[in-house]
């Protein structure tokens, strides 16, 4: 029900009690006029009903039929348990348990509740409604309120899932609007044996993303186990696009080794956190809206007890972001401040005012990392890739296009920095960048390898040396392009196995410069030096056969004068 929030700081109110008749001076009357005394007050307001006849009795009930001192309107009596109106009074009930009540006008009834780690209270209070309206808030040893129920129904339910250390929870049974009634109060928990996978958790069954336990929409902890060979799924419900997610897993390294991951509602990996800490955590900005899965696994078959911790945050904007209030990846100008991108693929709107921008991701070896920007309106932005732990710049693109877009292929692993830098104007723009990494395992036709397609559009190489592993198959060649300045050298090795037989050639422009058609197990070698600055063209052809192969591309300059 509304309006009862001042409820939640109310510990308590006056119990109910019997009110005593008393003369003027303070003696109880105890006897009918026979017995009255001289001291007592004059009855006056006698009616025809009242017996009493005593000179001074101060009755002036008109069915009033004797002096007992007590009232006959009507009383509420009240529960053995009293007087436990406030928390510091708290019954103390089993962690499972069954017990009966009355509140009273302007009565609370306090109960505590021993809760341990991970444990799932279930709190149900049964009364009529038709009796009176009974409420019920739930509170944390530190006096937080952790649930409510404020149904006008016959019945309150509240469900908490407890994910810090054990401790005492407090439940306050009042009634609203100074309501009286009976009622029952009933409390069920299930909680985590210690670790180990005779048991599961309080979320099965969720070994299947179709039965996912959902989660809350914007903050979420759960304690969970994950048992052997089993997966852990939960979802998010619901993501608006542009939000950004937030997912981090936390378990004892010393005894287990777990994994995270995120998909988006297409199904796609959108984050993934698979190191050896005690904590996973990977992020997400919606290029999508719709549910998040979750996915909690064990490393090698591992398994064990973890704190699951998802936050949901969005922009305050609605539309694109502008330089009236710049982005929400502000302060993101500094080499020390940037931002950091999904895994695999990105999406953003921004905006460029006068600043430089920058962004970070990871880059694992034999990985390939896109990064596309499209301007807005008059806005002209240049675009970088620095190797961040190196501080170099890996690859740039300086147009007067739209469009900028730098690639990277990574032979080591490696934290990417990308730097957006404003030309000319300011306004919005779009941030898109893209990961392709091999799956695990040897590469096979037909599923080929995360250059393609390039049997028609060539994969751009690292401006100074490539190294990349790919196959060839059948009836399917790969292209590659290479920028070479004038008067530098392009060098082109191939290493091929000893499966089917694969050829190399050099394109400048619909010419082919340098070739090499060895049979294996002979390499091919291919080098070309072009008179002016422009992109050469690596053909891998698979003359017979589809195989795997290596390849390793060099530009060299000769030292400048002097």
């Not at 932005?381 to 007067?400: C, I, N, P, Q």
Request: proline content about 5%; glycine content about 8%; hydrophobic content about 35%.
């Amino acid at each position: 029900m509304s309006g009862r929030w001042w409820l939640i700081a109310a510990l308590g109110g006056a119990a109910c009690s019997s009110n005593l008749n008393a003369d003027d001076t303070g003696v109880i009357d105890t006897a009918d006029d026979t017995g009255d005394t001289a001291n007592e007050d004059s009855d006056t307001g006698d009616s025809s009903g009242d017996t009493d006849t005593g000179a001074n009795d101060t009755d002036t009930g008109a069915n009033d039929t004797d002096d007992s001192g007590i009232d006959s309107g009507p009383t509420c009596a009240d529960d053995a348990r009293e007087d436990d109106d406030v928390v510091g009074d708290a019954t103390a009930v089993a962690a499972t348990s069954h017990t009966t009540g009355q509140v009273c006008e302007g009565d609370s009834d306090w109960f505590s509740v021993p809760v341990g780690r991970g444990c799932l209270v279930d709190v149900n209070l049964d009364f009529a409604v038709a009796t009176g309206d009974l409420d019920m808030i739930l509170y944390d040893a530190e006096g937080s309120v952790v649930a409510l129920g404020w149904e006008e129904t016959d019945d309150e339910n509240l469900a908490y899932i407890h994910g810090a250390a054990a401790s005492t929870l407090y439940v306050e049974v009042y009634g609203y609007e100074d309501a009286e009634a009976p009622y029952t109060l009933n409390v069920t928990t299930a909680c985590e044996p210690d670790p180990g996978c005779d048991f599961d958790d309080l979320f099965e069954a969720n070994n299947t993303s179709s039965t996912a336990f959902p989660l809350n929409a914007v903050h979420t902890d759960v304690v969970g186990v994950l048992c052997t060979d089993d997966l852990d799924w939960y979802e998010v419900p619901f993501v608006p696009y542009g939000c950004h997610v937030a997912v981090a897993l936390d378990f004892e390294a010393e005894f287990t080794d777990l994994d995270l991951r995120i998909y988006d509602s297409d199904g796609y990996l959108a984050g993934r956190s698979t190191s050896f800490d005690d904590v996973e955590s990977t992020a997400w900005y919606a290029d999508v809206e719709g549910p998040v899965l979750v996915a909690v696994s064990g490393f090698d078959s591992a398994s064990g007890q973890y704190v699951l911790t998802t936050d949901v945050t969005c922009p305050d904007y609605e539309d694109v972001p502008t330089c009236t209030t710049d982005d929400w990846f502000e302060d993101n100008d500094a080499d020390d401040l940037p931002t950091p991108l999904n895994e695999t693929y990105t999406f953003v709107d921004a905006a460029m005012c006068d600043d430089v921008d920058r962004y970070w991701a990871v880059i694992p070896a034999g990985c390939m990392y896109q990064a596309i920007t499209t301007d807005v309106g008059a806005l002209d932005v240049d675009l970088d890739l620095f190797d961040l732990g190196d501080d170099v710049v890996l690859v740039e693109s300086y147009t007067d296009n739209d469009v900028e877009a730098v690639s990277w292929i990574a032979d080591e692993p490696m934290v990417g920095e990308i730097a957006v830098w404003p030309y000319s104007g300011t306004g919005a723009y779009t941030l898109e960048t893209v990961l392709a990494c091999p799956d695990p395992g040897p590469l096979t036709c037909p599923d080929d390898d995360i250059f393609e397609d390039n049997e028609t559009a060539s994969v751009p190489l690292n401006p100074i040396t490539t190294f990349l592993e790919a196959i060839a198959c059948e009836d399917d060649t790969d292209f590659y392009a290479a920028w070479v300045p004038a008067g530098c050298t392009l060098s082109a090795d191939l290493v091929q196995d000893d499966v089917g037989d694969v050829d190399l050639y050099l394109w400048q422009g619909a010419t082919i410069v340098d070739d090499s058609e060895n049979d294996p197990p002979d390499d091919e070698a291919a080098s070309w030096t072009p008179s002016t600055s422009r992109w050469i063209d690596v053909e891998v052809f698979p003359f017979a056969g589809g195989t795997t192969y290596l390849l390793e591309t060099k530009v060299t300059c000769p030292a400048p004068p002097g």
